[in-house]
């Protein structure tokens, strides 16, 4: 979480003991079991230590739509604290390693330290631009080019935090998972990858994504990083 908002605030030495100290109640969490349930009134939220999640909304006939995976640095459930009652579910896609964060602490750290709240802020921020790029992709883009970008915009957000640069990454996804995601079947995600590796642009095999010509892909799927803001410190 530190590399994630030290791209927007230049964290100082009291902002980041300010930071460890809400890392007080570590907690783990199986994969496939929720730790967060839509309509769930909670006074805690977790920030993501190891491990991957994804939040998604449940349809009353059991359809389920994925609205974005959780990586190293996130924040989970921020927003049933925010708002009392979550909208979302979040379940770990691998067995999880959270910090428990209760809200009173969270209240307290940001109004004793307001560069941080700042900074959770534009991560907070972040995520709903990422969200508005998702719902172009499903809108907009067809379901080759759709793949393509979430695959990079995973890459750049693992990149900020130390897991992954432009040569690939490690992604626990399976098609299914990523099916959920950009709002194809499973049958259609394993199409479109097949194409995307003939054409020589990412291969993923065995757990890891690789990108086979990272360039050739960010152009064949029109990835403009900048709404992912990860140029900072802004704020120093």
């Not at 890392?23 to 839509?38: E, I, S, Y």
């Amino acid at each position: 979480m530190v590399r994630k908002l030290g791209a927007f605030v230049a964290l100082s030495g009291d902002e980041l003991c300010v930071l460890d100290k809400l890392h007080k109640r570590r907690r783990t969490f199986v994969a496939g079991r929720d730790l967060v349930h839509q309509g769930q009134s909670d006074e805690s939220a977790y920030i993501l230590v190891s491990g991957w999640a994804c939040s998604y909304k449940l349809l009353q006939d059991g359809q389920r739509q994925i609205v974005d995976f959780q990586i190293p640095g996130d924040f989970l459930g921020l927003r049933s604290v925010v708002l009392q009652i979550s909208d979302h579910s979040i379940e770990p896609v691998t067995d999880i390693e959270v910090t428990e964060v209760m809200a009173t602490d969270i209240l307290e750290a940001f109004a004793n330290t307001p560069r941080l709240a700042m900074a959770v802020l534009w991560a907070a921020s972040r995520d709903e631009a990422m969200v508005v790029e998702h719902l172009v992709d499903i809108g907009r883009r067809n379901a080759d080019q759709r793949t393509a970008h979430f695959l990079l915009e995973l890459g750049a957000r693992l990149a900020l935090v130390g897991l992954g640069t432009k040569a690939g990454y490690a992604c626990p996804l399976t098609q299914y998972l990523l099916a959920d995601a950009l709002g194809l079947s499973a049958i259609h995600v394993n199409r479109v990858l097949r194409k995307l590796r003939e054409g020589g642009m990412v291969t993923i095999r065995d757990g890891f994504v690789t990108f086979d010509n990272y360039d050739r892909m960010v152009e064949f799927a029109e990835f403009d990083p900048v709404y992912l803001d990860q140029v900072g410190p802004l704020l120093r």
